[in-house]
């Protein structure tokens, strides 16, 4: 079974441009976690999102950012419009639905380091 | 969420055991504790949790203070390999709410040959 999986591993974009970035939770994994970590701090919860449904989005910045998770293919992490201040690794986890509640182990994907010239 | 408080730094040497503390002194009644730790340039990885009793698996221990205010991770023979940043995190497992993991600074391990 692979693991969680994120691409590109490294993205260069100039400033204005956007950025996706993909993210393939493990097999049978429904839930999925977008995370931010600036260089040298902690991870910050961004966004969760079901299939097809954005459960909590209390930690995505009001614009630019936006995230998807379709009935078919990765779920998708939008920036449009980059700044060099959304340099940063973005590290998607996953976890399987348990009984109707997310499983308590989230799984990490090696993500995707993001650099704004 | 409530919040952790570990030390920023500990270091350890190779072979020896670890002991990494973690507060919780406002966790409530359903709070889980969760560790995970990050490996340089990796994503984070589960380590551990529990609720009220100690735990034992195959990576770690986690024991829990009787009055849960407190927890310490316990890594029996530290390896090279165990340097990393471990985040000691309280989750509130919900019916349909947001299981987000709230991280912390950790505290890093760095552990000598």
């Known amino acids: 079974n692979a693991g969680v999986m994120q691409n590109p591993r490294h993205l260069v974009r100039r400033r204005g441009q956007e950025a996706r970035l993909r993210c393939s939770p493990m097999?049978?994994?429904?839930?999925v976690y977008w995370y931010r970590q600036l260089p040298e701090e902690g991870l910050k919860f961004m966004v969760y999102?079901?299939?097809?449904?954005?459960?909590?989005e209390s930690g995505m910045p009001k614009e630019r950012f936006s995230a998807e998770f379709p009935k078919e293919g990765p779920s998708i992490l939008r920036i449009q419009q980059v700044v060099r201040g959304d340099s940063a690794a973005y590290f998607c986890?996953?976890?399987?639905?348990?009984?109707?509640?997310?499983?308590?182990?989230?799984?990490f994907g090696p993500g995707t380091r993001l650099t704004v010239l | 969420d409530a919040k952790t408080t570990q030390p920023n730094s500990m270091e350890s040497n190779e072979e020896e055991p670890v002991h990494l503390p973690c507060n919780h002194s406002?966790?409530?009644?359903?709070?889980?504790i969760h560790w995970y730790r990050q490996l340089p340039s990796q994503g984070p990885e589960y380590v551990i949790h529990?609720?009220?009793s100690n735990v034992n698996n195959r990576m770690a221990s986690l024991a829990i203070a009787e009055d849960r205010k407190s927890s310490t991770l316990i890594l029996h023979r530290a390896t090279l390999r165990d340097a990393a940043v471990y985040y000691c995190?309280?989750?509130?497992?919900?019916?349909?709410?947001?299981?987000?993991?709230?991280f912390g600074k950790g505290t890093k391990l760095t552990v000598n040959p």
């Open positions: 986890a996953s976890s399987p639905k348990v009984a109707g509640r997310a499983s308590n182990e989230q799984f």
């Open positions: 097999k049978g994994h429904s839930h």
């Open positions: 999102l079901q299939k097809e449904n954005i459960i909590d």
């Open positions: 406002t966790i409530s009644g359903t709070d889980y």
């Open positions: 529990g609720l009220t």
């Open positions: 995190i309280l989750r509130a497992l919900t019916q349909g709410g947001s299981e987000k993991l709230v």
